[in-house]
């Protein structure tokens, strides 16, 4: 069966053009596909938390241990602190006390005993610290100083020695080794 002249005349594309054509194609695709990829993981991590832990000092003495804990919010999103470790043991909500964070040294608060929500002057200002109930929201470019009162398993014949501080987010966990002082 022979086929029409008009079909036989007709041209298509030769095996090169095709070739050249797809990996064309494919190479785009391919490219689009990594520009986005690297655009979503650069713009997810300008939203991501950063902690910094400023200052953390604990003191110890007869009557009893304190410990406080300087944190700024440097990263794009708030910050919702969970949890924070003194010595790898759990510190109870009912001993956390905390305030906005302003410019000056950390001194202990009330001796080492505190008995509930205090005043206390750091730097120029004067701080009220209240007890935290719950997790802790630090927001955006902002800060924040706890103090904590009793933690576990720090006594007189500490001093000196270095305590891990552990702050625990919804996210991430950041640490800080502290020199046991006297107060």
Known sequence: MKLPDKIRDRRALSQV???????????????????????????????????????????????????????????????????????????????????????????????????GPFNHTIGNAALSFERASGSIVLRISEGIIIYIDQPDAIGITDIGDLITVIVHTSANQYLALVDVKTA
């Open 17 to 115: 053009v095709t070739t050249l054509i797809l990996l064309v194609v494919s190479v785009l695709m391919a490219s689009g596909t990594v520009t986005y990829y690297s655009i979503a993981v650069t713009s997810s991590s300008l939203r991501q938390e950063q902690l910094n832990i400023g200052e953390a000092r604990i003191w110890v003495n007869a009557s009893g241990a304190q410990a406080a804990v300087l944190i700024e919010n440097v990263g794009g999103r708030d910050a919702l602190i969970d949890q924070i470790e003194v010595r790898y043991s759990e510190t109870p909500w009912g001993s956390v006390y905390h305030a906005p964070a302003v410019e000056g040294e950390i001194t202990p608060a009330q001796g080492s005993n505190i008995t």
